[in-house]
């Protein structure tokens, strides 16, 4: 994850939206014909930014929630009082095909000028059958109406909504909660999944696994659906609390294992036994206020490809910016520069499968770059607070925004 790789006054021949070969920028331009120069002498070059981990489509924000937690209350406390994951499904179903759509590529454009190129996106703030197919035909949309790279991902499991039949018959306020739980389980793995893989809206499939949330054998039941229709597998794992949800991810094969900021060793280990890769997501441990930062060095230690992502949302993690990641990586985490880059690029691109496509400038590949203001790679996560983008190319076209 330490060697990058770098071409000192390096250039691209870029052919058709795609690499067509990399070294010297002489080499290349003695081999370039009657090809159009682009000169960016003194600019930092990178693949475009992937992001793994984002909730890039929702409605309204959660200002209030940010306002609540400058005062002290706590991420579980705002969600119980009528805030949370649950006021932002409310706004989410209320806006139109339209709006939502508008307000996405509002959210891609800052991705893009950010650095990044392709972003996974989940939806997960629909929570019945139509709102959650909704989400993910307009993400489609977007796909195909912006030049961000959208990856989508089911993550119909984000929370049982609060307006599911209650079960009259319970004896106590517990288990009429678990039934309520059990019957969204139930609609997740037998009416949405099926529409989701038949319209083929989704590739992975993703749970919240935390308690008060989905736990760990309703993550299973879940995500054991999700595999046997063909999506890979995400999740979130334990983020507020150590509930052997890297484990579950193992046990499954998943592709990834996001969050982990309670994982412990045992934990590390059982993502190593089956190389699943860990999606660490400081912006939101830094958004909630936390400093219980996943333990970075141990994972990359024990060899495990580490992807680093914005997990953008308006809860958790209200920022589409990669360097502002990396900044926290290297502060934070402990990472390199080099390790953080890697993180965010080629192993990302990894975790989406798409590690023979884009992740890193290489012959064959598509040419997503990113051009920044600088001259040391370091620079990218050394200032912070403020964007050092000069251009982004898609495909080999230079992106507007
Ligand atoms: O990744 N943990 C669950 N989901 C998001 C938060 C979503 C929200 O608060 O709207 C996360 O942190
Ligand atoms: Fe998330």
Request: net charge negative; hydrophobic share 40%; aromatic share 6%.
């Amino acid at each position: 994850m330490s060697e990058l790789a770098i071409i000192r006054d390096g250039g691209m021949l870029i052919r058709d939206g795609k690499i067509d070969a990399v070294g010297p920028s002489d080499d290349i331009e003695k081999n370039a014909d009657d090809a159009q120069v682009v000169d960016l002498a003194g600019c930092v070059v990178l693949p475009g930014f992937v992001d793994a981990h984002t909730h890039l489509m929702f409605a309204g924000n959660r200002l209030d929630d940010f306002e609540r937690r400058a005062h002290g209350e706590t991420y579980v406390e705002i969600a119980q009082a009528g805030g949370g994951i649950w006021s932002t499904v409310e706004k989410t179903r209320a806006a139109s095909d339209v709006d939502l759509l508008a307000q996405a590529k509002k959210h891609a454009n800052w991705f893009l000028r950010c650095g990044t190129t392709t972003v996974e996106a989940k939806s997960g703030y629909g929570l019945t059958v139509e709102d959650e197919l909704k989400i993910l035909r307009v993400m489609r949309r977007l796909d195909e109406e912006t030049p961000l790279e959208i990856v989508p991902t089911f993550l119909g499991a984000h929370a049982v909504p609060r307006d599911v039949a209650p079960v009259s018959n319970s004896q106590t306020a517990e288990s009429a909660s678990y039934k309520v739980t059990a019957h969204y389980v139930d609609l997740v793995i037998n009416e949405m999944l099926p529409r989701v893989t038949a319209e083929r809206l989704a590739e992975f499939c993703d749970v919240f696994c935390e308690g008060g949330y989905f736990e760990i054998e309703e993550s299973r039941r879940i995500l054991s659906a999700a595999k046997k229709l063909g999506l890979k597998l995400r999740g979130h794992v334990d983020q507020l609390s150590n509930c052997g949800g890297a484990k579950l991810m193992a046990e499954l094969d998943a592709t990834t294992a996001d969050h982990l900021e309670k994982t412990d060793e045992l934990g590390i280990v059982a993502l190593k036994s089956r190389n699943v890769q860990p999606v660490l997501l400081p912006g939101s441990v830094y958004a909630l206020g936390s400093t219980s930062y996943p333990r970075a060095r141990e994972m990359i230690e024990t060899g495990l490809a580490v992807v680093l992502a914005t997990d953008f949302n308006p809860g958790s993690s209200p920022t589409p910016s990669m360097p502002m990641i990396l900044s926290l990586a290297c502060t934070q985490l402990k990472m390199s520069p080099a390790e953080a880059i890697t993180a965010a690029t080629i192993n990302a691109a990894y975790s989406l499968n798409r590690g023979n496509k884009i992740g890193s400038l290489e012959r064959g590949k598509l040419a997503n770059f990113s051009v920044f203001n600088c001259d040391d790679y370091r620079e990218l996560a050394y200032w912070f607070g403020f964007s050092q983008t000069s251009s982004v190319y898609v495909k080999g076209e230079r992106v507007n925004w």
